[in-house]
């Protein structure tokens, strides 16, 4: 009884680790955006790297930024002062990214909700 309930234990846990595991994976690499919307997102380019860092390119290039992925849960960490998180669903080489944005000081936070379309290069 006790191995059973050991070997379930393992099985539980390894599934929602290849879960994130997969979801991570997918979104590795780099991703040409478009928003119709959002000023501060018109285009650009991000490329998201295995270890959570990311690298943002619109007008300039900053490297320093993060992200992180949980299911369709994705937040992407803008230098450290804002960062917009929503949810992407990803379909082969195209996804569509739903977000709101906010800011690490808690003054404010947006309600708009935008629409980014992203492609894999």
Not at 20 to 37: K, R
Not at 48 to 75: P, R, V
Request: glycine fraction near 8%.
């Amino acid at each position: 009884m006790v191995l059973l309930t050991m070997m379930m234990c393992v099985t539980f846990a390894s599934c929602g680790d290849d879960e994130n595991g997969a979801a991570t994976s997918a979104i590795e690499g780099t991703w040409s955006y478009t928003s119709t919307i959002d000023e501060d997102m018109r285009f650009g380019k991000f490329t998201f790297k295995a270890d959570g860092g990311l690298i943002w390119e619109d007008d300039e290039i900053s490297s320093d930024c993060s992200y992180t992925l949980n299911d369709d849960k994705l937040k992407i960490i803008l230098n450290h002062d804002d960062y917009i998180e929503g949810t992407i669903s990803i379909s082969g080489n195209q996804a569509t990214y739903k977000y709101t944005w906010h800011d690490y000081a808690g003054e404010w936070d947006s309600d708009t909700e935008y629409t980014m379309t992203l492609i894999k290069q």
